[in-house]
């Protein structure tokens, strides 16, 4: 639902031709202007003749009315009809326009819905717990009665006034809600995926059929958290990457986000994002009690919240490798490094003995000269000699060699005396 504060719109229905300002449908309801319009519908207000009541008609584009369509767009109104809460956009009527297509009459509402009015800003959060708290009790009506809505997000939570003046949280929006009714799953092919990717619980994109009222929880879990740190806990934005980054990354933890929050409400709001179905609340309604505690603060203290984590989300395909850059500086330092680290292993090691070879004594050169050197065992001659009183002489057994080879030698004298007085013949001069 769009504010009734917007301008009127030159043309009505541009999907539907046939139509123009002023006309009524079914004989009591004359359209006055255009609300909005979206990719299925257009939204437009009217006067009912009789009671003079404003309301808010939502009419099927006509290039979207095939039968699936035109079932899928019904059960809206089946699915909302049978709700009395407060906190939802109640059903009034059905029709269909001339060219055939049909259209739900709601109540009409004056105000905003979340994602404009909350556009950029930080919510305190007792206010947002309260806010959140009144769409549960919306919800908590329609999970009782087998409905899930699949498609919660700040464009369907419409904030308005009550009659008293207090604020007002209506839940819009039921086009493509779960009916566990006999015969409605039919509408619903299995594997199909349906909802607003950015909220949309893990489970959801496993298909449909997987989805139940955990799902919305999720959902109600991400807009407490952006309404109190003005973000989402996850950056993806493709549809790929977000299926990437619900399966491989927990979402950030509020108590980052935003540093003074209550524990007891960052434990609330943490156990909605639970990738595990079964560890959140079962229903909206069980939500709606945990928050109501904290639904009683200062509704005008706004937290501090951090800035987003600046990582890259994960994306399913596989990302071409970049180039990769030598590192140079650490290389040549580490290897510097390495060269230190040995030269200081080597000069520090111990060192072994040193080994002295010990040269082998110079042989002496044969003697030149013809000085004959003689034993200490004298050799006796056997040749006769005179008897007298001077000892006999001693024979040495020393021959006499030079390096140049036998030289005659001088027998003048045949014999010399030693130390002791005796007279030693000359070997070299015996016969």
């Not at 059960?75 to 009034?92: D, G, K, Q, T, Y």
């Not at 006796?380 to 040495?396: D, E, G, L």
Request: net charge positive; aromatic share 6%; with cysteine.
């Amino acid at each position: 639902m769009v504010s009734a504060a917007k301008t009127d719109e030159p043309t009505l229905f541009p999907n539907t031709p046939g139509l123009r300002m002023g006309q009524v449908l079914a004989g009591r309801y004359a359209i006055s202007r255009v609300i909005g319009a979206g990719g299925m519908a257009t939204i437009v207000e009217a006067t009912h003749l009789e009671l003079g009541s404003r309301v808010a008609i939502k009419v099927l584009h006509t290039i979207h009315a095939s039968s699936e369509a035109v079932d899928r767009f019904l059960r809206e109104a089946r699915a909302i009809f049978p709700l009395r809460s407060e906190n939802v956009c109640r059903v009034l009527d059905l029709g269909r326009v001339p060219d055939g297509s049909p259209f739900i009459v709601m109540e009409f509402l004056e105000g905003t819905d979340f994602a404009n009015g909350f556009r950029g800003v930080q919510v305190a959060p007792a206010r947002a717990a309260s806010l959140v708290a009144q769409a549960c009790k919306g919800l908590a009506e329609a999970h009782a009665l087998g409905i899930v809505h699949r498609d919660i997000k700040p464009a369907n939570l419409f904030l308005t006034k009550s009659g008293g003046g207090a604020e007002l949280v209506k839940v819009l929006d039921f086009g493509i809600s779960k009916l566990r009714r006999e015969g409605d799953e039919s509408l619903t092919a299995e594997g199909q995926v349906l909802g607003t990717p950015r909220y949309m619980a893990p489970e959801q994109f496993g298909g449909a059929t997987e989805a139940d009222a955990r799902a919305d929880v999720w959902a109600l879990g991400l807009v407490l958290f952006k309404l109190i740190a003005g973000r989402l806990p996850y950056t993806a934005v493709t549809l790929a990457d977000i299926y990437a980054e619900l399966m491989n990354r927990a979402p950030e933890d509020i108590r980052h986000a935003v540093p003074g929050i209550d524990p007891g409400l960052a434990a609330i709001i943490m156990r909605c994002l639970e990738r595990d179905a079964s560890k959140r609340f079962l229903s909206a309604r069980d939500l709606g009690a945990a928050l109501e505690p904290f639904t009683r603060g200062r509704n005008e203290e706004v937290l501090v919240a951090a800035p987003a984590p600046q990582e890259a989300p994960p994306t399913l395909a596989d990302p071409v490798p970049a180039k990769r850059r030598v590192p140079w500086v650490p290389l040549l330092a580490g290897v510097a490094l390495a060269l230190l680290a040995t030269t200081a292993y080597f000069a520090t090691r111990p060192q072994p003995a040193p080994i002295v070879e010990t040269p082998a004594p110079p042989v002496p050169p044969p003697p030149v000269s013809t000085t004959s050197t003689t034993t200490t065992a004298p050799i006796t001659s056997t040749q006769p000699v005179q008897s007298s009183s001077a000892p006999a002489p001693v024979i040495s057994s020393t021959r006499r060699t030079t390096s140049r080879g036998p030289k005659k030698p001088d027998c003048s004298t045949p014999f010399y005396t030693n130390s002791r007085g005796d007279k030693v013949f000359r070997t070299e001069c015996l016969p």
